[in-house]
């Protein structure tokens, strides 16, 4: 999981550490040796991998993370891997009524670029970690963490009663 802020970072690295999911934070363009080093990453897994990210609706941005996708697959070219921009998108800035600016003409990316820039600040804190919580759970088994977790307070129950110490979940 990837976020293009430290501060977006700070409002879901609580949900990244509850599934120890790794969060980075990418600050515009990488560099070819950071890119590389994904790559290594990846190819070494051995698992299909996702990378979501969460980032400004701005010619940057938006080109920031293509740059990204396309020197990571680089370097990982037999790999499967995914990448998914889940904030900002066109269709939150519509649905959750996103505040809008002018996009710089200055910016030599913004020809072609279409409709407002949005800041991913722009997006309600609890909406960031919702995004965040869905897209690490569609990569989870709820019902087998479930039962994990109950067979896991049982026997931590027997334990406790086996040392002669109560134990509340």
């Known amino acids: 999981m990837f976020t293009e802020k ?6 879901v690295s609580g949900v990244t550490a509850q599934w120890d999911v790794p969060l980075g934070v990418l ?10 080093d994904m790559g290594a990453a990846i190819r070494a897994s051995g698992k299909p991998t996702y990378v979501y ?6 010619p940057s941005g938006v080109g920031a993370w293509t740059d990204f996708q ?9 790999t ?22 002018p996009t710089k003409t200055t ?11 949005v800041e991913v600040d722009a ?6 970690r919702e995004l965040v919580t869905a897209a690490i759970e569609r990569h989870v088994d709820l019902d087998a963490l ?13 334990l406790f009663s086996l040392a002669g110490r109560g134990w509340s979940a």
Do not use: M, W
């Open 6 to 11: 430290d501060a977006i970072s700070g409002v």
């Open 27 to 36: 600050r515009g363009y990488c560099s070819e040796t950071f890119a590389y």
């Open 53 to 58: 990210q969460l980032g400004d609706h701005d």
């Open 70 to 78: 396309t020197k990571v697959r680089r370097f990982a070219p037999d």
């Open 80 to 101: 499967e891997v995914t990448f998914e921009r889940i904030a900002v998108t066109s269709e939150q800035i519509v649905d959750l009524e996103l505040p809008t600016r």
């Open 107 to 117: 910016d030599t990316r913004s020809k072609g670029f279409t409709g407002g820039s």
């Open 123 to 128: 997006v309600p804190a609890p909406v960031l």
């Open 146 to 158: 479930d039962r994990t977790r109950v067979y896991e307070d049982n026997e931590r129950e027997l």
